[in-house]
């Protein structure tokens, strides 16, 4: 391929160094000189090319490619042709000049302006934990032993393989009743909300805990649902507190955030209230694979299958980055939520989806979660430690399960304890922004709480994420904490 070419001075007035190099073709090669040499204005808006002819002879190549150059570059606008005039620089076109450089001056910010040293915030699991060995060789067997037709257009309910390993997998693990029929593969438990607010499931009220994730809430709020909050209280969310709702919202296995898991004479009441009113409880089975002190509690789905939607996910598990979860549904919704869905709108990646199913029913899932059952639990006894010895008087409330625990401050202390974080370089979330807007408040520091027909937890906290910190970063996370938490009350 032709190097380079100087022409004339006497063609278009001044020299015009084209450089050919480099693969493909020579055409293409020309289109991207030409285009170069209007970019750094060498070739300036109004400047005459020489005809194709001429160029096509001094660069060494046939005249169809210059004419076919030309012809490209005076469609994309880069030259305009006409009879008489030539070819020539198109006058819109201006060669890129660089900005001004601005001299960086150093401004001095506070520790918490530049982004936490230490994060704790919650929901989130221990990303150098994710079992990349294990999931690349569940990629790889999917992929590999995949049929022609997961590469076409797909079933919005997801991979029957995916569909039919999850019913093996929460019947044994999670005490879910259900068949691949009845699951629908979503990205996670926001867009299951968003899916079922989108049929006759999620309309109008619906209840849901006192405490609670404010995103799912401006979510729902934005679908046009209303939340009203139920009380709770040491045994979970007080469901004999329902009236005209006909659907609520609970996360029955590790209420998020204050811990406890909801009472099985609870479990029973809501199930019984959902057949006599005809509702639906929508479950979260958030962190219900986390339990540390005993075996699991079983989803509530099991109790009547026909009344209950459960929703997981591998977020907590795996890794949110790969946007895999499930909703289990009564019959009568599936339709609605996979008419809501659409025909090819928000899918999951089906190789991710043939991947999970592959180390679900490799055992892999299975080894993982025991690994970080372990991970976790050595994680929270040692936040439970480092407070016993350099915090006594700081209580960490609920079960011993999930990412994240609760501790329970002196009264009135909650926001000076953010500050002293945040200034710190802590990043943690306060028990106070979770609780729903329409829940009471806590009563003044100075009283104790009373008990009422709709008590909260009325005490100051901290949400701290034991799960986020990498392991070696975790112990000088759990210092610096400890050296931030109010002294006791006097």
């Not at 540390?292 to 591998?314: H, M, N, W």
Request: aromatic share 6%.
């Amino acid at each position: 391929m032709a190097r380079s070419w100087v022409n004339s001075a006497e063609r278009i007035g001044s020299d015009l160094h084209l450089e050919l190099s480099g693969p493909g073709s020579r055409r293409a090669a020309l289109i991207d000189a030409l285009r170069e040499a209007v970019r750094s204005g060498r070739l300036t808006p109004g400047t005459r090319l020489p005809p194709y002819r001429s160029l096509a002879a001094d660069l060494g190549v046939a005249r169809n490619t210059v004419a076919d150059a030309y012809a490209e570059l005076v469609a994309e606008g880069w030259l305009t042709a006409r009879q008489g005039s030539g070819t020539r620089v198109a006058e819109r076109t201006e060669p890129l000049r660089p900005g001004p450089k601005h001299a960086r001056v150093p401004v001095k910010t506070p520790p918490h302006a530049r982004g936490p040293r230490h994060d704790l915030r919650q929901g989130t699991p221990d990303a150098s934990t994710f079992p990349r060995a294990a999931w690349l060789a569940s990629y790889r067997r999917a992929l590999q032993q995949a049929p022609h037709e997961v590469f076409g257009p797909g079933d919005p309910a997801g991979r029957v393989e995916l569909r039919e390993a999850l019913t093996e997998y929460l019947a044994r693990a999670r005490g879910v009743r259900t068949e691949p029929d009845r699951i629908v593969i979503c990205s996670g438990f926001a867009h299951a909300l968003r899916l079922l607010s989108r049929t006759a499931v999620l309309r109008g009220t619906l209840a849901v805990e006192a405490y609670g994730l404010p995103f799912h809430r401006e979510l729902l709020a934005d679908a046009g649902v209303r939340t009203v909050p139920l009380p709770l209280d040491e045994h979970g969310a007080d469901v004999s507190r329902l009236a005209r709702e006909r659907a609520v919202l609970l996360t029955p296995a590790h209420q998020f955030p204050t811990g406890g898991p909801l009472h099985a004479e609870r479990r029973a009441a809501v199930v019984d209230w959902a057949r006599a009113r005809g509702g639906v409880v929508l479950e979260d089975d958030y962190d219900g694979e986390f339990r540390y002190d005993r075996k699991p509690v079983g989803a509530v789905q099991g109790l009547d299958t026909e009344r209950v939607i459960f929703v997981g996910s591998v977020s907590k598990s795996l890794s949110p980055a790969l946007r895999l979860g499930w909703m289990v549904l009564p019959e009568r919704y599936v339709a609605g939520v996979l008419a809501a869905k659409g025909e090819r709108e928000a899918w999951v990646s089906v190789l991710d989806q043939l991947s999970l199913a592959d180390f679900l029913s490799s055992g892999s899932y299975d080894r993982h979660v025991r690994r970080m059952r372990q991970h976790y639990r050595s994680r929270r006894d040692r936040l439970v430690a480092a407070l016993a010895e350099h915090a006594p008087h700081i209580e960490v409330t609920g079960v011993a399960a999930g990412l994240h625990a609760v501790l329970r401050l002196p009264p009135g202390t909650e926001r000076s304890a953010l500050k002293a974080a945040a200034w710190a370089g802590i990043a943690l979330d306060g028990l106070a922004e979770f609780r729903h807007p329409g829940a009471p408040k806590a009563p003044e520091a100075s009283k104790a709480p009373e008990p009422s027909e709709t008590a909260v937890p009325a005490y100051d906290g901290l949400v701290v994420g034991y799960a986020t910190p990498s392991e070696h970063a975790y112990g000088a996370a759990l210092d610096a904490l400890c050296r931030v938490l109010p002294p006791e009350a006097g």
